[in-house]
């Protein structure tokens, strides 16, 4: 069945609908939850409640076709709250994760880090593009943005990041 008729179903409380629905987009969802959370149970977690949430909003969606970039908006809505209200309530955990290749491990956290230094938006699109590998018209479409501002965004992004990048750089070099 066609995404668009699984969105009729499933406004129609068609369960078995909305239970292909999800399951047709879990592991997008997934990895998307992963890559702002960095963990397995946390993004488990979000992919609960996003399910939730669309169970009992899927009435309100006017145009079935954009199921999917409503439901990831849905997720990237939730994930940014998360992240807000665990940091207001200093528990956010760190895991250290063993790594074979330390060096790979050490520039994965320094990137890591430059990009969370990053303002929320061009956090963003930074993970859509280069962890979720999503293409520009896909990410204007998500974040309700022209594609000549996440391009822009995209580059000014970048640009820190060498920018970052290079100034680590000279800091390990000694200079």
Known sequence: MEIEQLVKEAQKKND???YELISIHKVQLYKIAYSYFNNEQDALEAIQ??????YLKINKLKYPKYFNTWIIRILLNYCNDEIKRKKRMNKQQIEIKVHQNENEFINRLEIESLIENLEPKF??????????????????QILEFPEGTVKTWLNKSLKILRKELEREGEYYDGK
């Open 16 to 18: 078995d609908a909305f």
């Open 49 to 54: 409640e996003v399910t939730y949430r669309t």
């Open 123 to 140: 956090q963003e699109i930074i993970k859509l593009k280069y962890i979720q590998d999503l293409t520009i018209p896909q990410i204007s």
